[in-house]
């Protein structure tokens, strides 16, 4: 059930159904439900956020169908979609934009302590409904600064220790995700107490890029193109480029990889180059110029004021005629 609720929520968002990026899908429901901090590591492009993203969906997605049926009493239902099929919520958090009397929290000079971000959103999460799900992903590289204070809320204890003597125990079926590139600056006590996700950007390729790029295209300009001469062009347009991509990436990535100043990510290239397409083929589609121009309307006139015969529109363009000496 997992999986056919991952491929449609893949599916929903215009992503390829690829078996690498499913399994490490389940790797990360597997280990969420055994452990409360876990590591996505990768590179940039490496489908960290992507990957979250579509298994909360996916167990949203199961979680309603279930919820729908009626067929089972109130009670049974209940408990079946507690156990087997729960919500998810997640929680965003910038942590390297804020500091650390930010993140954890701050005694002013009057002895008065005002919570950081994380006892508020551990506080909030208290009182939410406990059959639900909660991660709280942390999007950035770990430092020792910060990540040394998380000791005893990732290991057994699950408690939030403050520098006001407070303990904040976590909440009931809250994760940790930590989305890093690396654990250069991660600590062994740190690493032993999260369990890990590797994911590799040359296992995803650039092809899926491309090919999640003509399907959008094809879905977006479906619309605008009317006549069975019109729907052969997207076709043609749509063919065209991604011969051309297949033919003078792998070339292009080539000489990059040669030539470049700095090490650079494949998926990040292409999909610069697929943003900079985009921004050509929208101005290609003969629908966007058969479209008629909207003209604004024109206010109504005042007393003693004639009305004028043309409404008002886009200004026209103006002529400028070069001295007879200059054109010279």
Known sequence: ?????????????????????IT??????????????????????????????????AMNRLASKHAKNEQEPEKERDAQHTSEHPRVETYVINHKSTTMDQLYGLMTAT????????????????????????????????????IESMNTLLDDNKTLCLTNGERIPLPRGTTMIFEVSDLANASPATVSRCSMIFTDPVEIGWRT???????????????????????????????????????????????SRKHAPVPTSVLALVS?????????????????YAAPVPVMASAAPKEGEEEDEEPVGPAKPV??????ETQE
């Open 1 to 21: 059930l997992l999986v056919d609720a991952l491929r449609e929520s893949m599916q929903a968002v215009g992503l390829q159904d690829i078996p690498y990026f």
């Open 24 to 57: 490490k899908c389940l790797q990360l429901y597997e280990t969420i439900v055994v452990r409360h901090g876990v590591m996505l590591v990768g590179e940039a492009f490496s489908a960290k956020t992507t990957m979250y993203r579509v298994l909360a969906d």
């Open 111 to 146: 002895l008065e302590w005002n919570d950081g971000i994380l006892p508020h959103v551990y506080r909030g999460l208290g009182g939410r409904d406990a059959s639900v799900l909660k991660w709280i992903i942390l999007d950035g590289p770990v430092d020792p600064l910060w």
């Open 209 to 255: 890029l491309s090919r999640s790029w003509a399907k959008r295209f094809d879905s977006e300009a479906g619309g605008l193109f009317q006549s069975a001469t019109l729907k052969a062009n997207k076709q043609n347009i749509a063919g065209a480029v991604e011969r051309a991509l297949d033919l003078y990436v792998e070339d292009a990535l080539a000489l």
């Open 272 to 288: 610069a180059l697929l943003r900079t397409l985009d921004c050509f083929l929208q101005h290609m589609l003969p629908a966007v």
């Open 319 to 324: 002529q400028f005629e070069l001295p007879e």
